[in-house]
């Protein structure tokens, strides 16, 4: 366990042991989470290409995301308008990475939908994320994300 690193426990994934260096904040917190600032992406071979968006504040609330152009490729976000939101002036579009929450839905594949008006904005740069919330968007918050084929 390196200096400064932070234990976790929680149910879903044991014991975690955390570097101080990839905890991500959230300056405005997540919509409804008051409070919890501190976040870390979980990338587990395993579940790929669904990660955790793990709150360090609380080992209990984790949420599901991914890439949203794995299965909507046209999906677009003002990223300039999050730049300036967050005052990241000088950092570029191309650096963010996209993701939206997923809501698992029991595992029911059909079921799984993602939420593409609230997308979750990483500036690795700057270890911070920002959750925007679209307006007059074409998207849904329930977006399938696994579409039936045509038989």
């Not at 870390?40 to 890439?67: G, H, K, N, S």
Request: overall charge negative.
């Amino acid at each position: 366990i390196g200096e400064g690193s932070v234990i976790l426990e929680n149910t879903r994934f044991g014991r975690l042991t955390i570097d101080p260096a990839k905890i991500i904040s959230m300056p405005s917190s997540m919509p409804g989470f008051p409070g919890k600032r501190r976040f870390i992406v979980l990338e587990r071979p395993e579940t790929w290409p669904f990660f955790y968006f793990q709150c360090v504040d609380d080992p209990q609330l984790a949420f599901v995301i991914m890439d949203p152009f794995l299965f909507e490729k046209g999906y677009a976000v003002d990223l300039e308008r999050c730049i300036a939101e967050m005052g990241w002036e000088g950092d570029r579009p191309e650096d963010l990475r996209i993701y939206v929450i997923v809501n698992a839905a029991d595992g029911v594949p059909d079921k799984i939908t993602a939420n593409l008006l609230g997308p979750l904005i990483l500036n690795p740069t700057r270890g911070e994320a920002h959750q925007m919330v679209l307006h007059k968007s074409p998207y849904s918050h329930r977006h399938p994300v696994f579409r039936k084929s045509a038989a």
